[in-house]
């Protein structure tokens, strides 16, 4: 197996954990279950990590057209979105409606538009 396939493997995987997880925390409702919100961020900060190396490295070498350029930037704003609103979520018990319902939609898109850049970079570095 090429490194790029382990990578697509483990984001795949890390992808039904965050979602899995995250679809359990809004279900279980407050208070959250710390080792599933743990779960949940520790796994999330990895796949945008991991996600986002494999992105840079082919966005650095400018091997992109135009349009895969706006999607791969649209993900970016989606997942700091996510990720931003996750926090905020976690971290109170009285955030704004508005931040609760961007952290139960934005991700889902985040998601879509992090695989479609993914798919037009991994293994073009
Ligand atoms: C890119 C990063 C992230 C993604 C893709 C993600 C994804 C999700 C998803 C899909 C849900 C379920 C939404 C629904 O039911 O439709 C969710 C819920 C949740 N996430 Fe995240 N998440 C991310 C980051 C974080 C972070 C960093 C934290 C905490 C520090 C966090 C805390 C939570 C909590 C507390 C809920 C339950 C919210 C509720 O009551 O509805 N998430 N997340």
Do not use: N
């Amino acid at each position: 197996m090429s490194a790029i396939q382990a990578r697509v493997i483990g984001l795949i995987v890390s992808a039904v954990v965050i979602f899995g997880s995250g679809v359990w925390l809004t279900s279980a409702g407050r208070p959250y279950a710390i080792a599933l919100q743990t779960v949940h961020k520790l796994t999330a900060l990895a796949a945008v990590i991991v996600s986002g190396v494999t992105v840079y490295q082919a966005m650095r070498i400018g091997v992109l057209p135009t349009a895969e350029s706006i999607v791969v930037w649209v993900a970016a704003v989606l997942v700091i979105a996510s990720f931003a609103s996750g926090g905020a979520v976690s971290a109170s018990d009285a955030e704004p409606t508005w931040v609760l319902w961007l952290h139960r939609v934005a991700p889902w898109f985040a998601g879509v538009l992090t695989a479609v850049s993914v798919y037009f970079t991994a293994g073009r570095a």
